[in-house]
């Protein structure tokens, strides 16, 4: 016994295919569970521990990117390698010190970031960046 369609080919179908739609919302939770212990990223932040009885004197010292590669320390123009070694004896004099660094609108990323890196690697940890 033979079962034939009973409908015309210009019936429509009164029922969505939700299968395709299934497969695809199984696909990206998987790939959300899978993805989201990855997103877990923190960044550590410690606050410094000074004595309460004697609050010590906050020392500054200004450094100023400008376009054209030019970073000036106190209104003092350096070179990279001036500026680290500069930076480097002051931070052993002063190593609770504040450098404040100001970063023209002008000057390319690069040269900020060359200030950034010279001041790390002169030893200096407390960096704060204000407006110029």
């Known amino acids: 016994m033979a079962f034939t369609a009973t409908r015309d080919a210009s019936d429509t179908m009164s029922e969505m295919n939700i299968t395709p739609l299934v497969d695809v919302m199984l696909v990206l939770l998987v790939i959300f569970m899978v993805t989201a212990p990855l997103m877990d990223s923190r960044i550590g932040m410690g606050l410094s521990q000074s004595s309460p009885l004697q609050p010590r004197p906050l020392v500054e010292r200004n450094l100023t990117v400008d376009p054209g590669d030019l970073f000036r320390l106190d209104g003092v123009a350096m070179t990279p390698?001036?500026?680290q070694q500069a930076l480097a004896q002051w931070q052993r004099q002063q190593p609770d010190g504040v450098l404040k660094l100001a970063v023209?609108?002008?000057?390319?990323?690069?040269?900020?970031?060359?200030?950034?890196?010279?001041?790390?690697?002169?030893?200096?940890?407390?960096?704060?960046?204000?407006?110029?």
């Open 104 to 132: 023209s609108g002008d000057a390319d990323y690069q040269s900020a970031a060359t200030a950034m890196a010279t001041a790390r690697r002169a030893g200096i940890e407390n960096i704060g960046l204000i407006e110029p």
């Open 81 to 83: 390698a001036a500026l």
